[in-house]
């Protein structure tokens, strides 16, 4: 009886056993399937936009979907649903993810400070739309310059081949020879380094009461409306670009 008993005990372990290699052998297969879909996910082409409270949306109802990146995002969405049921003819521009990394109130320096947290995936495309909180506080516009540098420098670093739509800002002419300095630092920069431009994220808005907040300073829903058509100038060409496989 005690041989039996040991027999019994013996092949209730193996079974335990083999269950929980089962178990484990499933549990990697799900690990594995789960990493693969993240680097999927990851590998996806993305745009992000580093900015201040214009990209972040400050006053809007709604800045997940009123504040001009995620009026961008639909836009691209649009595009290409179009282009999957359009003729061979059609210049693809692929799927593209577009990522809001705008902070009321932020800085070159601010968006130095936290490039490398928000590039921890890959970029396709950098959107640089800092600096007007720098000039309305009268930093110096060399800092200006050498942050917005050495942020496109660190996002470089991990995405070499990627591209870069720098975006203007301008003060108030009232800022006298300050406001001539400080514009003319966008220029100078997308000159220098070959980035696409935009003069000025609030072409046809800034000063137009009909398209912005009662502050005056933020635009509205129908403000941003605008703006994602002035930035989608500058970005389009750049999307055409990078879903060309033999583009420099």
Known sequence: ???????V???VTFRNRSTMNIRRLLYFFVC???????RAEIAS?????????????YGLPDPA????????????????SATASASETAVPIGRWRVVNAGISGDTSSGGLRRIDWVSRQPVAIL?????????LRGLDPALVTKNLSAL?????????????LLIGQRMPISMGDYAARFDGVFPALARENGWAFVPFLLE????????????AIHPNEAGHARMAETVWAGLAPLLVVAATPDAP
Do not use: F, H
Not at 1 to 7: G, I, L
Not at 65 to 80: F, G, H, S, W
Not at 204 to 215: H, K, R, S
């Open 45 to 57: 082409k993305s745009i992000l936009i580093i900015g201040d409270s214009l990209t972040a949306g």
């Open 65 to 80: 979907t009123q504040a001009y990146p995620a009026l961008l995002q639909r836009k691209l969405d649009e595009i290409a």
């Open 127 to 135: 959107v640089l739309a800092l600096g007007s909180n720098d000039g």
């Open 32 to 38: 594995c399937t789960l990493v693969l879909v993240a």
């Open 204 to 215: 046809g808005v800034g000063g137009e009461a009909e398209l912005n907040q009662a502050d």
């Open 1 to 7: 009886m005690a041989v039996r008993v040991a027999q």
């Open 152 to 164: 496109v420098a660190r996002v470089r670093a991990k995405n070499p081949d990627v591209r870069v």
């Open 9 to 11: 005990s013996t092949s």
